[in-house]
């Protein structure tokens, strides 16, 4: 097959936070040929990282929790438990702002980098790519209130032995998905990471 998509029209149809974007096009189909013309809207999110902090020798997982405004529709459950996270912005690459967000959402130095995985995160609506990294960092000191004011920054800061943090995954505390798929790694990769890692 022959994979083609061709845009027919686009404007932007929401320009604030962020932006959305309606597209009308088509696309080659599998049988043979061309759909026919659709129309979709696109929410425009960019690239994006997200890393799972983690002190080896410690064992433990460094969360986050904060109000979440996609949550809202379930008000009871809009402060979210995740790993820290934040968006490119230009001229950054993905390492840099894997640093920057460690330090700003979490206090934390990350001492050694290494990249999960990179995944769209919500394709069927969402341009954002994910680069997903986990972090090695020192848990001593780790706790608190952090983020930014100028962003609107509540964040609470807590190192969560790993079994603890797994058990959470399992009983639906921890609900954002990305957060679901760093742990749910760790938890095939932890041993080996400790071997390379120390701990």
């Not at 096009?25 to 599998?30: A, G, I, S, V, Y």
């Not at 979440?68 to 934040?86: C, H, K, Q, S, Y």
């Amino acid at each position: 097959m022959d994979k083609q998509v061709e845009i027919l029209s686009k404007e932007i149809v929401y320009q604030g936070f962020f932006r959305m974007e309606k597209y009308r096009l088509r696309h080659t189909l599998f049988g043979g040929g061309w759909s026919a013309e659709i129309t979709r809207e696109l929410f425009m999110r960019g690239s994006c990282v997200a890393v799972l902090l983690y002190d080896p020798y410690a064992d433990k997982v460094v969360l986050i929790e904060q109000f979440r405004t996609g949550a809202i529709l379930n008000p009871d459950r809009a402060w979210l438990v995740e790993i820290v996270a934040g968006a490119i912005e230009d001229g950054e690459s993905a390492e840099e702002v894997a640093y920057r967000e460690s330090l700003e959402e979490a206090g934390c130095e990350i001492q050694q980098l290494m990249v999960i995985n990179e995944f769209y995160s919500t394709p069927g609506a969402f341009s954002e790519w994910i680069t997903l990294y986990c972090g090695k960092v020192d848990s001593t000191h780790v706790g608190g209130i952090h983020g930014l004011d100028h962003e609107g920054e509540d964040i609470l800061v807590r190192a969560v032995d790993f079994d603890e943090t797994y058990l959470m995954l399992e009983n639906g505390e921890i609900e954002s998905a990305i957060s679901i798929i760093a742990i749910q790694w760790l938890a095939l990769n932890r041993q080996k990471l400790k071997r390379q890692w120390g701990g």
